[in-house]
């Protein structure tokens, strides 16, 4: 994907601040979650560096609209109203079922009190609203996107 021409500014000074980061390794630019309360939360704690990784659906990614993630890939995290806030690189994908996903990946997901249980929870309900978007039936198989991430700038 093309680098947004809004995003030049934020992109160049992370350059200034980090050295060369290659414009073709970069996704996309995102706000976490569903709604502007979620995404802030964990916005929040990506800057923290509580939350090194997210989860998501393999299912969003068939339309061919959207890329899946892959290690090396550049994202701007931004607010929800699309501000600029880090730039984080994928250092590790794994697709796993949803019943499958690890205790250790809930944990770096770092929402919640950083449980699998908690993780489960508040993912089935984040998954059953993206289901419901994409015209799909939530189950204990579907594929998730196991993603993990560090910040190379805020």
């Excluded at 414009?23 to 990506?46: H, K, N, P, T």
């Amino acid at each position: 994907m093309t680098l947004p021409p809004k995003y030049l500014p934020f992109w160049t000074a992370a350059e200034q601040s980090h050295g060369p980061l290659d414009r073709s390794r970069f996704l996309e630019a995102f706000a976490f979650g569903d709604d502007e309360s979620i995404s802030a939360e964990l916005a929040g704690l990506v800057l923290k560096g509580v939350k090194r990784a997210s989860a998501s659906l393999a299912w969003t990614y068939e339309g061919g609209g959207k890329a899946m993630p892959k290690t090396g890939d550049l994202s701007i995290v931004t607010t929800w109203t699309q501000q600029p806030l880090c730039i984080i690189e994928t250092t590790d994908v794994q697709v796993v079922a949803f019943e499958d996903v690890a205790a250790d990946f809930a944990r770096l997901e770092g929402e919640g009190d950083g449980t699998l249980a908690s993780w489960r929870r508040d993912h089935t309900a984040f998954f059953a609203r993206e289901c419901s978007r994409i015209g799909r039936v939530p189950n204990e198989r579907m594929p998730v996107v196991c993603e993990q991430f560090r910040v190379v700038f805020q």
